[in-house]
């Protein structure tokens, strides 16, 4: 990895050993910036994924069969609805000492601890499948919802840390993808592996049997995570990443950094925007069997997989987005046409739910998805964009936060408002916070600060300051580059 006085990124390049490098350094490897690319960071990315799916479909997996859940405790709808929200109210109060252990213990960390929980709440499930142990179900959920907090802002950040700049999007959509996955399969299991039986004994088995299937997939993950997951890279992939390791190895402050976020603007309207679109969304997949029952009794095993088609549509639009930012970097426009189309859907799901046409539902619920689940990753890196240089953790807690917290409003208000005057009022009041949200994005100013970085980075020679902090990845990449 020789090179002149300037760190730029240049092509990648097949390395003896088999990994991908990048970038350049002089001749004594102490005044430039090293970057590199390791064949690894896919491995990460999909371990992650991985954990994250299993996390997510423990949130689902009671509100699809909702109706069953109800009868099999003897609890009403809104204690089920509960069993959802709980994941939304967990993460509002543990959003920033998680961050805080993210900047302070790293990845590796948040990691074990994420799937300890996640792991621990579903082996407590498997004990709670008596109709008189609801409280233990809730105990499990409640677990299970703490582990989604050290799991959720995570996909920009794994991106940020392993992936190269024309990369990084991509690889935080299969972050969410991960995510996404996870929750069309707690549409699309639950159902056909929990009948709507009469029995009460049949029916705990049945239950029994499904807690048992996520126990033993969460146990073989931990294991995976414990052996494989690796904290960071040596070398940083990208220039962005180098300079944001000197910037947060010196003096660094997480209230400092959480008070600069706040006062940054442009991304407070997107903390707004993405809670909206992300909070309808979370409403829309907590009630999804209570709309269709309501339409179309009996069809239990047809609501989840509407809720499939929701989520496989929402995955290859995630994807669709994060390969469209890595080749345009237009992220405010593809932000705003997104959320409009999002809105688009919203309003033709809700005309068309009442048709008593089920395939119909399946192709509006199906457009609806495409586009308001590939606003996820489309909500992460804009933020990192308009964030640079702090922490992507943090960033993306605070987006998620804001999601949470309009998640649990919106269901609760959807809920009563479908308990009262139906679905058509309840989606409609959906629609009008897609609106603002949309209006509300068109304000958002598009100051990419990452972009910006990796781009004097190509130019400019690096400070005496900062070829000293970075000195001990810089002969890292020295004796890498004799190999």
Not at 41 to 70: H, P
Not at 378 to 394: I, K
């Amino acid at each position: 990895m020789k090179g002149d006085q300037n760190t730029k990124e240049t092509g990648p390049e097949l390395r003896k050993d088999g990994n991908i490098q990048a970038g350049t350094t002089n001749g004594d490897c102490g005044a430039a910036l090293p970057t590199r690319l390791y064949r690894r960071r896919w491995v990460m990315c999909l371990l992650f994924s991985a954990y994250s799916l299993s996390n997510a479909y423990q949130w689902i997996q009671y509100g699809i069969i909702s109706n069953i859940i109800t009868r099999f405790y003897d609890v009403d709808g809104f204690a089920v609805d509960w069993l959802s929200m709980i994941y939304m109210l967990a993460y509002i109060p543990f959003i920033f000492p998680v961050t805080w252990l993210l900047e302070k213990r790293g990845l590796r960390f948040t990691a074990l601890v994420a799937n300890a929980l996640n792991c621990a709440g579903t082996w407590i499930k498997v004990a709670s499948a008596r109709p008189d142990l609801f409280w233990v179900t809730l105990l499990g959920q409640s677990a299970c919802a703490l582990a989604q907090v050290f799991i959720l802002g995570i996909p920009s950040n794994l991106a940020s840390v392993w992936f190269g700049s024309d990369e990084v999007s991509t690889a935080c959509s299969i972050g969410v993808f991960g995510n996404q996955l996870g929750i069309a399969i707690g549409f699309l299991v639950p159902p056909i592996l929990v009948p709507n039986v009469g029995d009460v004994d049949e029916l705990a088995h049945h239950i029994r049997f499904m807690f048992y299937i996520s126990a033993g997939v969460a146990t073989f993950v931990f294991v995976l995570v414990v052996i494989v997951f690796q904290e960071r890279p040596e070398i940083p992939p990208t220039q962005s990443q180098a300079q944001a390791r000197i910037s947060r190895s010196s003096d660094y402050s997480y209230m400092s950094s959480i008070w600069r976020l706040l006062c940054n603007k442009a991304f407070m309207l997107l903390v707004i925007t993405y809670g909206l679109n992300v909070g309808c969304f979370y409403a829309i997949s907590t009630l999804l069997n209570r709309m269709i029952i309501e339409h179309y009794p009996g069809e239990e095993v047809n609501a989840g997989r509407i809720g499939l088609t929701i989520i496989i549509a929402g995955m290859a639009g995630s994807l669709i987005c994060g390969l469209w930012l890595d080749k345009t970097k237009t992220y405010k426009q593809t932000t705003l046409v997104v959320y409009i189309l999002s809105l688009v859907g919203m309003l033709v799901y809700t005309f068309t739910l009442n048709l008593g046409h089920l395939w119909a539902v399946f192709i509006t619920a199906g457009s609806l998805g495409f586009f308001m689940t590939g606003y996820l990753p489309l909500g992460f890196e804009f933020a990192v964009e308009l964030t640079f240089p702090e922490s992507e953790g943090t960033s993306s807690g605070l987006l998620n936060c804001s999601a949470q917290i309009f998640g649990i409003i919106f269901t609760i208000g959807q809920g009563k408002l479908i308990d009262k005057w139906g679905t058509l009022a309840g989606n409609v009041f959906l629609c009008v916070f897609l609106l603002i949200g949309t209006i509300m994005t068109g304000f958002i100013k598009s100051d990419l600060r990452r972009q910006k970085a990796n781009q004097r980075a190509e130019v400019q020679p690096v400070s005496h300051t900062e070829s000293m902090t970075v000195q001990n990845y810089g002969a890292t990449a020295c004796s890498s580059s004799h190999e």
